[in-house]
């Protein structure tokens, strides 16, 4: 019995598969078409895998170029934005007190008008009128030291731009379209007009005008000679 399980033991060796050497238990014989069919797809893989490497560079490479250019085009709007924002702020900071120093040219006008007729006055009282000269000054070095100046009108040629003519006036003296008087001093704040000067606008006298007129009708004459001329000449024949 001991003979026949030794048997059935060395049969069972000769059925399981040899577990030993390199390729654990497999087939010497079938190996190297496994390595064949391995190389065969090495070969085949590079070449695919590099066209679609090289694909993908390339996609790749155009996002990066629009991402730039996206870049700089926000870029150059936000510096566009900053320098808009920083010209309006400079702008306004210039310019930030313009209705307040309107507002006080009332007062220096309203000043000087109260000096103006103290001046004028017999019975004025000399201390109260230097104490309001002495304001007036104060006022109008405060409007200079933050550039509100007058500037000169009377006897420039009438500007539009920086006059309001109230009236005109005949003037032999002045040329035409200049300004004869002014009734209420024009400002400056810093190059900007802050208030018209209001003035009386010269013009051509009426004689002036008529001795202009005077040279037309002269030069017109001689056609009315000719036609009586020739009304004599009818006569004679």
């Known amino acids: 019995m001991d003979d026949s399980r030794e048997q059935q033991g060395a049969d069972n060796e000769d059925v399981l598969p040899h577990t030993d050497g390199e390729y654990g238990g497999l087939d010497p014989d079938v190996q190297p078409e496994q390595e064949l069919s391995d190389e065969a797809l090495a070969s085949e893989g590079p070449s695919d895998a590099s066209e679609r490497f090289r694909e993908e560079l390339e996609r790749k490479a155009q996002e990066v170029i629009e991402a730039q250019n996206k870049y700089l085009r926000t870029y150059a709007d936000f510096e566009n934005y900053r320098k ?3 010209r309006d702020m400079a702008e306004f900071r210039k310019y930030a007190n313009e209705q307040l120093a309107l507002d006080l040219l009332g007062v220096a006008d309203h000043l000087g008008l109260a000096v103006k007729h103290a001046a004028e006055s017999e019975g004025a009282n000399k201390g109260v009128v230097e ?3 002495l304001v007036l000054k104060q006022l109008q070095n405060i409007l200079e030291k933050y550039n509100v100046k007058p500037f000169r009108s009377e006897r420039e040629p009438f500007n ?3 006059h309001d003519a109230m009236m005109q006036v005949e003037r032999d003296d002045l040329p035409e379209n200049t300004v004869a008087q002014v009734f209420q001093e024009g400002y400056l704040y810093h190059d900007k007009v802050l208030r018209h000067a209001k003035v009386s606008v ?3 006298p009426a004689e002036t005008a008529a001795a202009c ?4 009708a002269e030069n017109a004459a001689p056609k009315d000679d000719v036609v009586v001329d020739e ?3 009818e006569t004679e024949d």
């Open 231 to 233: 009304e004599i000449d």
């Open 160 to 162: 539009p731009a920086m």
């Open 131 to 133: 104490g309001v000269e």
């Open 213 to 216: 007129q005077e040279p037309a």
């Open 202 to 204: 010269s013009k051509r």
């Open 84 to 86: 808009r924002m920083q």
